[in-house]
């Protein structure tokens, strides 16, 4: 056998036999029984001739999400220009594994220079997919439709309502900012 310094890329699934322990100390995602070193999962063998260890890269990929999907997720990071939203539903429907998004709010209309506060941690929020380049899924709350579906009170943390024209804290009186949906405070919103 000639040592090639490329990978093999064969593919196995859970058990297969993809090397023997002589030849290769076991790696990532394999595991070693009966003089043999097997595959945990199914996908792409990977050899490091150098490290004489031999590992299974995942075949299994999430799905994608595409331009113009409407998601809807819980902001788990806002910065001053950027929030972080791990996306749960998407044109409706639950995903188990959840996908990251963010929204840039620096794009946002604000108007004359004033910095508005978009999105707060904890807001759960309903945006559209503006572009999916080099997999980073780049978030849009700007139409009337999308943005904060349900918040807590800067102030006392008490769940907002709607309550006239601005959301206002029902307990301590805090008038809310945000993007809002336009069915924010609305008894039956859908995602
Ligand atoms: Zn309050």
Redesign the pocket.
């Known amino acids: 056998m000639s040592k090639r310094e490329t990978a093999e890329k064969k593919m196995v699934l859970p058990g297969d036999v993809i090397a023997s322990p002589e030849e290769f100390m076991p790696g990532k995602n394999t595991y070693e029984q009966e003089d043999s070193v097997r595959a945990t999962l199914p996908g792409q063998v990977e050899k490091d001739l150098s490290k004489r260890e031999v590992a299974v890269r995942a075949a299994v990929r999430p799905k994608a999400l595409a331009v113009g999907d409407v998601v809807v997720g819980q902001v788990e990071a806002a910065m001053s220009s950027t929030a972080g939203v791990r996306i749960t539903f998407v044109n409706g429907r639950q995903t188990l594994g959840g996908f990251p998004g963010t929204i840039f709010t620096r794009g946002e209309r604000g108007g004359r220079g004033v910095r508005r506060t978009y999105v707060k941690l904890g807001d759960v929020v309903r945006a559209k997919v503006s572009s999916t380049l080099n997999g980073m899924n780049q978030l849009s709350i700007e139409e009337p439709h999308l943005g904060v579906l349900a918040t807590l ?1 800067s ?2 943390g ?1 769940p907002l309502t709607k309550d006239g024209r601005a959301p206002t ?1 029902q ?2 009186g ?1 008038v809310e900012e945000r993007k809002f949906a336009d069915d924010f405070g609305s008894p039956d919103i859908r995602p």
Do not use: A, D, L, P
């Open positions: 009170c102030v006392c008490t804290c307990v301590c805090s």
